[in-house]
């Protein structure tokens, strides 16, 4: 028997013997009964009432603890049953079987906790995890050795570390980066700093990631550095070396007329002619070298931008208005997307539009170079936000392509895929993208065509 059953069972029973010793009270006052037999029929109806409804007050008792146990999370409660088959012994086997069944699924949620748990504190990135009022939630091992900290309870308590680490962790929205230089243990390191906003039971805090890339940073500024000694060796000896040669030839052919008698006859008109053409090479090379220092000051000398809202529609129909020209004469076909249509920037106009319309003369040059496989020239500007909410800027063309090792380097000062190319343009775009905090990338594919995508960040 069930204990429904079981207990519909014992209160029928029970008032039942109420019922039936009320119908024997009331017979008896209509009998020549005696007294003693009616004080003794009242006296068992108030017993078998009292009794009735302590029971019913029992398991309303008994309910209420077991819901109580459930609220405030109290499972180490157990009901003892006499295995006497009774409702009571029903209601407590089921009581402990519910109980039994939060206590399997604390412990899971317990060990999935510690799992976690483990993984956080072992995990070689650090994390932070802090809700809007800087309350710090988790922060795990990686980071307390990062920053050089033992136990910490606010994001503030950070200030004496860094203020501006403090202000970096507080500001930076979904997706953003910075990067933050902190002295730990008398050492600079460069710390990586990324942010992403959850929200968790209609509370919002904030996730964060700290790396150390200091040694990272060393490696790409010594391969930069490298590249860039490589560069400087290879411009410059192409101008040094031929103007060193000629200056030697000069020098040497002097030498010979000067130990001869002077005199204007002995020399004749072609070694005039070479006087006049190594003095004339030696100052064409000397200016090349120059315009090639002059372009070198240009890419470490980007002003500081001067920020203002800038709508993109209006900016890309200026840009392709002052490229009207060069479009038309290629017969490019031009569209432009930008989704929704109204967004705007905060960026000097002056050296985005630099940016844009350096971006966008490579594109209309590389569907020059090969006319008769791309008759069809096309030319595509995009803009829009992504996942993070960040405005990027995509300009395609259906050019012939940049082969991989190029890719590589084409952002690299002075490296050139042209001709004519003088390799400053893309890594000056990138300089400025890096003072708007915002990135620049080019993806291509052979015969397919070329895509850059500016992203920026604010």
Known sequence: MDFNNNFRFTIGVRVGLVLLTCIFLVNSFYTDSYTLTKLLLLIALVVQGYSLAKYLDKSNIEFTNFLNSIKYDDFTQTYSTKRTGTSQDELYERFNMVIQKFREIR??????????????????????????????????????????????????????????????????????????????????????????????REEEFKLVSIQNIKSELDEKEMDAW???????????????????????????????????????????????????????????????????????????????????????????????????????????????????????????????????????????????????????????????????????IHIKDNGSGIDEEAVKKIFIPFFTTKKSGSGIGLSLSKQIMRKHNGNISVSSTIDVGTTFTLVFNE
């Open 226 to 392: 490298q590249n860039l000694v490589n560069v400087l060796t290879h411009e410059i000896m192409n101008s040094v070396t031929p103007i060193s040669s000629l200056a030697a030839t000069v020098e040497s052919n002097l030498a010979d007329v000067i130990d001869e008698e002077f005199n204007v006859k002995n020399i004749s008109k072609d070694d005039i002619e070479d006087f006049h053409m190594a003095v004339h090479t030696i100052h064409r090379r000397s200016e090349s070298l120059i315009k090639f220092v002059s372009d070198f000051r240009n890419l470490t000398r980007i002003p500081i931008p001067k920020k203002s809202t800038i709508c993109l529609e209006e900016l890309f129909t200026g840009i392709l208005t002052l490229l009207k020209h060069d479009i038309q004469e290629q017969q490019i076909e031009v569209t432009t997307q930008i989704q929704p249509t109204d967004i705007c920037i905060n960026a000097d106009q002056e050296q985005i539009e630099q940016v844009l319309i350096n971006l966008l003369k490579n594109a209309i040059q590389a569907l020059e170079e090969n006319p008769e496989e791309h008759k069809n020239k096309k030319l595509k500007i995009e803009a829009g936000f992504d996942e993070f909410r960040r405005v990027y």
């Open 107 to 200: 412990a899971e949620k317990e060990a999935q906790y510690q799992y976690l748990r483990t993984i956080v504190q072992h995990v070689g990135i650090g994390i932070i995890t802090f809700n809007k009022a800087g309350q710090i939630q988790i922060i795990n091992a990686a980071a307390k050795s990062l920053l050089d900290i033992s136990q910490i309870k606010s994001i503030d308590d950070l200030s004496d570390l860094n203020p501006e680490l403090v202000n970096s962790l507080k500001d930076l929205q979904t997706g953003g980066r910075d990067l933050i230089k902190i002295d730990r243990k008398g050492e600079e390191i460069q710390l990586s700093v990324y942010a992403i906003q959850l929200v968790r």
